[in-house]
């Protein structure tokens, strides 16, 4: 009864090494075959919203509450709080090492990114030209403007980068700093331009014209 079993493993096993292996892939999405639709241009800023609210750590979940409200009176680091990251917050003793921050860096450049692939992409196509596209390219400027209005309160002058980032070189990627008069010159602009959105979005949370405008009034 072993043999016959271990025979019937050995042919199946010689049996399936048998067929080829097809590595021919059947669809590829890329930015260059990507942008053709309308729920294209949704998934993309939709992607936006996933850079800074995704996850426990992300920007719009626990880390701009712990890098800011841990800096006052209302809120400090307890017994609990054994990171030595976050125990640096409540004593205001953090620096450029501080590994909240620099996620805040992170993060905040990565949904800038986003948004700067969304605009620049969602523009350039001809056949997406109708009121929802423009309402997707002001919308992504909207998340654009909160994040640079974010990073500009914390680090004052920052790298202003308005389009998508397309190589990994040191002359792409070590960008110098911009005055903040200019940033928030840039944050004004894109938020004079999402005021144009729609009142009310079908989709709850998305942003609208009410939160262009009570924005641009904080600005």
């Not at 942008?35 to 294209?40: I, K």
């Not at 939709?46 to 880390?63: E, V």
């Not at 040191?170 to 938020?191: C, G, K, M, R, S």
């Amino acid at each position: 009864m072993k043999n016959i079993t271990l025979y019937s493993l050995l042919l199946i096993f010689s049996l399936s090494a048998c067929n080829p292996l097809d590595e021919n892939p059947k669809a590829f999405i890329g930015t260059g075959n990507f942008y053709n639709t309308t729920e294209d241009a949704d998934a993309a800023v939709l992607s936006i919203y996933n850079a800074i609210n995704s996850s426990t750590h992300t920007l719009y979940n626990r880390l701009i509450q712990i890098s800011t409200e841990m800096a006052t009176d209302d809120y400090e680091a307890g017994p609990r709080a054994r990171n030595a990251h976050v125990r640096a917050l409540s004593n205001l003793t953090h620096d450029a090492s501080n590994d909240r921050m620099l996620e805040i860096w992170r993060q905040s450049y990565d949904g800038i990114n986003r948004a700067n692939v969304a605009i620049d992409n969602i523009a350039k196509n001809p056949n997406l030209n109708s009121q929802k596209d423009k309402d997707l390219i002001n919308e992504a400027k909207f998340l654009r403007a909160v994040l640079y209005f974010n990073i500009v309160r914390w680090f004052g002058d920052v790298p202003l980068v308005l389009h998508e980032t397309k190589g990994l070189t040191p002359e792409v990627l070590n960008v110098t700093n911009t005055p903040e008069a200019e940033v928030y010159a840039q944050i004004e602009a894109d938020l004079l331009d999402s005021e144009a959105l729609p009142e009310v979005q079908s989709v709850k949370g998305r942003v609208t014209s009410g939160a262009a405008k009570s924005l641009l009034s904080k600005v």
